[in-house]
Structure formats: C-alpha cells, structure tokens
C-alpha cells in the first residue's frame, strides 16, 4: 500500500428560486428546494479577531508553479513587472492576500538560499526536488532549477501584491547557520552586514522585514523522516539566538500530518523538557491536511484511493466534502493535545497545507505535475475550510491553500499568455471581507442530506458557514453542499436589525462546471441587493453554492 510519504518518495523514483437541470451522472436533478433551516447570528457573542493570515496562500517552487506561473521573465512577451506575471499581480490585489509560502514544500528541504541570490545571470542550475515527476517533455526550468526566482523576486512579489512573505527553511540539507544567515540576508539594516550590502546591490538596501520563518517542511517525511523527538531537539537548535532585528520572529514549527497527534504530543513533550518557556519561542504548529480519498472506505492507497479532478459523480463530490470536514477535528484534536503542555495555547496552528488532491489527468497544461482543474466541487471545498477557519479564530492563526496557481487547489491557471481564475479565486475574493473581522457565533439548524452510497445510506450536514463583525457591518458565508436541492432558510439576526443587504452567490447549473483559459467566465460570483430588514429575513441558497451576504447593521 503507498502513503503520501512513499508517495512523496515514489513520485521522485518512479435569495431566489433556482431551478436547474444538474449534470450528475447517474443522478440527473432538477433542483428542489428544501425549506426549514434556521441560521442565528449571535452578535454578542464573539469568538475573536479572524486573522486575515488565514487567507494565505502558498507558492512551492514545483513544476508550474513558479515558471510559468508566477515567473514569466523580464523578456517575456507576457505582460510582466520585472518578470512577475502581471495579470496575476492584478487579480491577486482584488483579494488582498495576506502571506504567501514558499519556497516549499518538499522542495524546502533541498533548496539553498543562497543559489536564488546576487546576479541573475550568474546563478546557477538545480536538479529540482520534484524532477522525477517531470513528463520528458516538462520545460527545462521545471526540471533544473534556474534559480531565476530567488528570495528578491519573491520578496518582490509579495511587495506587488500587499502580503507578507513566509519563508521555509531548509532544515534536512543546510545548517542553522545557512538558516540564521539566511534572516540576516534578509532583515539585517541596510549597510549593517556583508549579506546586507549583498541584498542592496540587487536594488534592495532596506531590511525585508520577513516575521514567518517556517524551520522545516513536513519533518515527519520528506523533510528529514525525523522522529518527533529527533525534530523538536534540532528545532530547538534552529531558532536558538537567530538574530531579531529588533522585531518579532515567528517561527513556525513543521507539524503533524492530518490526525498524527503523536507527532504533536512527541514534539512538545521534548520541546518543554527544557522549560515551559520554550514555548514562548513557538509562534505555530503546522498542520497538513489534503482531502484525497475517494474510495468510499476501499483502499487507504495514496493513488489508488484518489478520484478524478473533473469526472465525478454526486457521491464522489460528498466523499471529498466528507474528507475535507474532517479539518475540524483535526484543529480542535490537535488544539487538545496542545493543551497538555501549553494550557495557556501560546503557540497556534498554522495549516499551511490544504486543499482537494486528485490523480493524474485533470491538467490544464498536460506537462504541469500536479495541477488540477478546479471545478465547483473545489469551490464549495474551499467555502466550507475558509468557514471552518473562520469558526476557530483563537486556534487557527494561519492557513494556505495548497497550492496558488497552476497546481493543487489553485487559484489560477496560467500557461505562457493565457490565465483563468479558477472558481476557488473568486471563494478567495467573496471571503477576503472576512478578514480581520470579530468571528461570531452562528447557529445553523438544517436537516442532514442522505443519500445512497454504493447500497448504504449516507449523510452529510446540509447547511453550514460563519460569520464575522467589522463595525457595523455584518459578513455572512453559507454553503448548501446539497447537489440537488436549493435550502430555503430564516436567517435571525440576535442583538442587532439588519438596514441593507446584499447576498453574493456562486454555483452553477453543472457540478462538474469550471474556468478555461477559453472560458474563463463560466462560473464567477453574482451580487444582487438583499431586502434585509428588522431582525429576520428569508434566504434561499442554491443547491452546490457558496454563498455570501454582506448586511449593515443598526
Ligand atoms: O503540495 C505538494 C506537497 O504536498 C508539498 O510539497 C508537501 O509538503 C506535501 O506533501
């Protein structure tokens, strides 16, 4: 049987009516609606500031992702600022990206900083970590590293885009001195250092000021097949007297993988064997966790198990829903175990990997490993994580979706001169009025959906979203994951009146439905105003929707 760990190995070696005709196979609809749920809001009751770090993204250095995507080159004769795609700098500022990670990844754990730096034309090539996945007709860039996109380039980026970078060490190939080198290169004032001076003549005299330094990636695997106990000792070694600056450093520590609670136990037990206040070095855990087993139950196998990007039929799209709600669980299990050593939760997690992961097959560009079509499934995926972020505001601190463009869960799809925003950008671009907002408990009561899978009855919740105040102004996001029935709900509104409203929705008539680089338009967002007054108010969300409601208050 192949786990993502052998994989990773493997893969190197080897409000209204809506009535529409579904397409699903097997289970042709026409939509319904299903009334009887009830949504509260309760304005006084808080449960903390969502930050807008949850709102991440993350760029690893693999296949399209880079070159191609993010990269295109200064000579490029597509639209670029100093070899930045611009097309994507523009959509990016439309949902105000808060952190971006990179380099990796896997790739993380086999890149020296020090290649992307200094003269562009003087670095030199890398065999790159996922080359053996390359199809032989991959372009040369994704197979051999040119170093083109360095730490500049990607500081760079994220100055065009308004978001702050987060880097990963390399904890299984360098030393802490590459690493603590590596922040000097970067934050020492200018004129303060030879790395300094270094970063100045490349045109960059000010500090970056990088907070978020991720001190490995996946340590349980293809980051070093640490032990817990083996990472938490080196852990603590990294981040021993790595110059400040005189700001704040948040490292972040590699985490465990979906529901290994024994790594998280492992980690922290040996961290706080020198003291509780080593925990105050901590800013974050890590947590993965990629929704990929479609089996319904029959294997466990890492490629066996995955389904298809774009042909699915209705179970299919509840058994990925099923397997991304497991998120959950995974913070609140997770957030338990933390408490045995930190009761005070000084260290917060950091899911800064997740997202749908389907088989080969379902690329835009054929030679881009690891790239997905994202379809209205993956929206309605990425509404109900972004929510469930959104429900845990003192747990989650940060979160990135795996991965930006051109790759897993992507909010982009770029090749040379044509770009799309995949339905999972505009879920970015509804929930972005999130951030920052006070998270607000929200009853949802509505019935389950059953339905049949493979001779047995199933179910899933029929109703689910969350809410945040910013002022006076109420943001409401709700996902009906029902592939057939729109839900008709009373929405009630408790220590406040509703004055005005709109109510933005995304869905479409075709499960399956999803942007091209020749359609790029066919599943996006409309906002209509929303009659909302007084306490209370009828909505209908329709059935595979994600959608959101902006309400002010008085
Ligand atoms: O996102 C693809 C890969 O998945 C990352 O490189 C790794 O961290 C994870 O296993």
Redo the contacts with the bound molecule.
């Keep these: 049987m192949i786990g ?1 760990r052998d994989f ?1 190995r493997n893969a190197l070696v080897g409000g209204g009516v809506f009535l529409a005709a579904r397409s699903i196979p097997g289970a042709l609809a026409v939509d319904s609606v299903s009334s009887s749920a009830r949504i509260e809001v309760l304005t006084d009751e808080p449960l903390g500031t969502i930050s807008p770090n949850i709102y991440g993204h993350f760029a ?1 250095n ?1 296949s399209g992702v880079v070159y191609d995507g993010i990269w295109v080159g200064e000579n490029s004769k597509v639209p670029n600022i100093k070899g930045i795609r611009k097309e994507l700098v523009d959509e990016m500022r439309k949902i105000k990206p808060s952190v971006v990670r990179f380099p ?4 993380a754990d086999s890149y020296d900083w020090k290649d992307g730096i200094g003269t562009a034309d003087k670095r030199p090539r890398r065999t790159n970590f996922w080359e053996e996945g390359e199809s032989p007709t991959a372009s040369a860039s994704h197979k051999y590293d040119p170093n083109q996109f360095g730490t500049n380039e990607f500081v760079h980026f994220c100055m065009l885009i308004g978001s702050e970078p987060y880097l990963a060490a390399n904890v299984r190939s360098l030393s802490a001195q590459d690493f603590y080198r590596w922040v000097e290169y970067c934050n020492s004032p200018a004129g303060s250092t030879t790395l300094a001076d270094v970063r100045a003549a490349a045109g960059y005299p000010e500090p970056f000021n990088v907070h978020y330094w991720g001190v490995g ?2 340590s349980w ?2 980051g070093g097949d640490f032990t817990p106990q083996e990472y938490a000792v080196e852990f603590r070694r990294w981040i021993t007297w790595v110059p400040h600056y005189h700001q704040d450093l948040s490292f972040i520590a590699s985490g465990p993988n979906v529901d290994d609670w024994n790594w998280t136990r492992g980690f922290l037990e040996e961290i706080v064997k020198k003291g509780k206040g080593q925990l105050r070095s901590i800013y974050g855990m890590a947590l ?1 966790h ?1 929704a990929w087993n479609l089996s319904r139950g029959a294997t466990q196998d890492w490629v066996k198990g995955k389904g298809d990007a774009l042909k699915f039929d209705s179970v299919d799209w509840y058994e990925l829903l099923r397997a991304g709600d497991r998120m959950e669980g995974l913070i609140t299990g997770h957030w338990q175990v933390m408490s045995e050593f930190d009761p005070e939760h000084r260290i917060k997690l950091v899911v800064d ?1 997740w997202g749908p992961w389907y088989r080969p097959g379902g690329e835009a560009t054929p030679t881009n490993q ?1 790239e997905q079509i994202p379809t209205l499934r993956d929206a309605v995926f990425s509404g109900m994580t972004l929510d469930i972020f959104n429900r845990h505001p003192e747990k989650v601190a940060m979160a990135n979706c ?2 930006l463009i051109n ?2 869960n992507s909010l982009y799809l770029a090749h040379e001169d044509k770009f799309c925003v995949t339905p999972v950008g505009h879920v970015f671009s509804m929930y972005a009025d999130h951030q920052g907002g006070q998270g607000l408990r929200t009853i949802f009561s509505a019935p389950d959906i059953t339905y049949d899978r493979d001779s047995k009855a199933a179910r899933f919740w029929g109703l689910r979203g969350s809410a945040s105040l910013h002022d006076k102004q109420l943001v409401l996001t709700v996902v009906n994951p029902d592939v057939a029935s729109a839900r008709e709900a009373e929405l009630a509104i408790r220590g406040a009146n509703m004055q005005s409203g709109t109510l933005t929705i995304l869905t479409h008539g075709d499960i399956h439905a999803h942007n091209s680089f020749e359609h790029g338009d066919l599943v996006r967002p409309e906002t209509k105003p929303l009659a909302a007054k007084g306490r209370s108010v009828t909505v209908t969300f329709p059935a595979a929707s994600v959608s959101k409601l902006v309400m002010g208050l008085g």
């Design positions: 993502r990773l690893e693999l990796g990844g896997c790739f990636n996946e695997g293809c993965h990629y990997e690891l795996a991965q790759c897993l």
